[in-house]
T-cell receptor, first 115, second 114 residues
């Protein structure tokens, strides 16, 4: 089954404790992206990747890191989480290095609470 | 810069009545447009997409949307709402000529009353 898998689905942690949210897709998609969802703001892009070893900042990259060492995986790293990063996070992927008109396939989300 | 405005943050309809979700966009380029639905505790699922073919686009679950360039709108409709349509809906614009950046509207939450 074609899917985007995120882990963990839920995490409560404390300020400053490094964490990683993993994302894996099994569709051989070139393009992957991370978003955060906050009430009334829709989804805002954090980082995206057009292919292996190619990553770029989205609209709200501050406080986040990503890596793309393999095509299927695109982890999101919070080196020193802060309460304003409490949010619902989504990973997505789509076909093609730039995506064109292709829709994105989304994971089920990761709800992070930073105390 | 591109932007997307969903004109209603909440819409309440009775089961069996029509649904209209309004979306306006601004873009200097020819856009691709999408509607996604998000059910509670789930990711976003694609309902339909417009990519410069027919202006009336049919999607899953009986939804359709019409692209009107003169009005810069891409409103989503369904003739008869079902209880399972209760969810949040997002209008999304993608500009291939601008690095394929995705811009999301703020979302419209749909409540369906029995």
């Amino acid at each position: 089954e074609a899917q985007v898998t995120q882990n963990p689905r839920y995490l409560i942690t404390v300020t400053g404790k490094k964490l990683t949210v993993t994302c894996s897709q099994n569709m051989n998609h070139e393009y992957m992206s991370w978003y955060r969802q906050d009430p009334g703001l829709g989804l805002r892009q954090i980082y995206y990747s057009m292919n292996v070893e190619v990553t770029d900042k989205g609209d709200v990259p501050e406080g986040y890191k990503v890596s793309r060492k393999e095509k299927r995986n695109f982890p999101l790293i919070l080196e020193s989480p802060s309460p304003n990063q409490t949010s619902l996070y989504f990973c997505a992927s789509s076909l093609g290095a730039t995506g064109g008109g292709q829709p994105q396939h989304f994971g089920d989300g990761t709800r992070l609470s930073i105390l | 810069a591109q932007s997307v405005t969903q004109l209603d943050s909440h819409v309440s309809v009775s089961e069996g009545t029509p649904v209209l979700l309004r979306c306006n966009y601004s873009s200097s380029y020819s856009p691709s447009l999408f509607w996604y639905v998000q059910h509670p505790n789930k990711g976003l699922q694609l309902l339909l997409k417009y990519t410069s073919a027919a202006t009336l686009v049919k999607g899953i679950n009986g939804f359709e949307a019409e692209f009107k360039k003169s009005e810069t709108s891409f409103h989503l409709t369904k003739p008869s709402a079902h209880m399972s349509d209760a969810a949040e809906y997002f209008c999304v614009v993608r500009i291939p000529a601008a690095g394929n950046k995705l811009t999301f509207g703020g979302g419209t939450r749909v409540l369906v009353k029995p």
